[in-house]
């Protein structure tokens, strides 16, 4: 069955720094990947899609790399911000079938 | 764009009650997709449809839930009867099908607590 795993559960870092998130997935092949971001109480809002063929997505100070050998993808926030905390989701996505991540919690310190 | 609206935004309800949740997605599009988010589980897809076609239910839990898109400006899941570990966060997303994002846009969602 597919399984997508995100790293730690939390994530605590110091504002400034680079806020580095992974997901990892086994027994698929999606044909694109996307990032959303959930605030408490609210519904995840998409940040970004990386497609098969990409490396590197970026928007702003976020950047996202797709490494389909190694079934992973990276999200990086570059620069971050107390405003930055949240809840952080990686989908994959394939015709009608699509996975979410259970997600990896972002908290940037002040 | 008032974006996707949900209804209602929290129900309480008892165990074996029947519970109808709504869904009105963005106008225009074509796909609507009904979620379901647990700690334990995350976010679950349940059912998708497309064009107001059930495409994919292989998520849905069992044969207590069904879902209808009887038009493309409302969708419903219901839950008959109800059981307490169906207690969750349901969320409805629709999405242009034709975008170039395939973004999904989520509503705020309904958490249902069953006693």
């Known amino acids: 069955s597919q399984k997508i795993e995100q790293n730690s559960e939390a994530l605590n870092i110091q504002e400034g720094k680079t806020a580095t998130l992974t997901c990892n997935y086994t027994?698929?092949?999606?044909?694109?990947l996307q990032w959303y971001r959930q605030d408490p109480g609210r519904g995840p809002v998409f940040l970004l899609l990386?497609?098969?063929?990409?490396k590197e997505k970026r928007k702003e100070r976020l950047k996202v790399t797709f490494d389909t050998t190694l079934k992973q993808s990276l999200f990086h926030i570059t620069a971050s911000q107390p405003a930055d905390s949240a809840t952080y989701l990686c989908?994959?996505?394939?015709?009608?079938?699509?996975?979410f991540g259970t997600g990896t919690s972002l908290t940037v310190i002040p | 764009d008032a974006g996707v609206i949900q209804s209602p935004r929290h129900e309480v309800t008892e165990m074996g009650q029947e519970v109808t949740l709504r869904c009105k997605p963005i106008?225009?599009?074509?796909?609507l997709f009904w979620y379901r988010q647990t700690m334990m589980r995350g976010l679950e897809l349940l059912i998708y449809?497309?064009?107001?076609?059930?495409?994919?239910d292989s998520g849905m839990p069992e044969d207590r839930f069904s879902a209808k898109m009887p038009n493309a400006s409302f969708s419903t899941l219901k839950i008959q009867p109800s059981e307490p570990r169906d207690s969750a966060v349901y969320f409805c997303?629709?999405?242009?099908?034709?975008?170039?994002?395939?973004?999904?846009?989520f509503g705020p969602g309904t958490r249902l607590t069953v006693l």
């Open positions: 997303a629709s999405r242009n099908s034709g975008g170039p994002y395939n973004e999904q846009f």
């Open positions: 027994n698929y092949s999606p044909a694109y």
């Open positions: 990386i497609r098969e063929n990409e």
């Open positions: 989908a994959l996505g394939a015709g009608n079938q699509f996975y």
């Open positions: 106008s225009g599009h074509n796909s």
């Open positions: 449809f497309n064009n107001n076609v059930p495409i994919d």
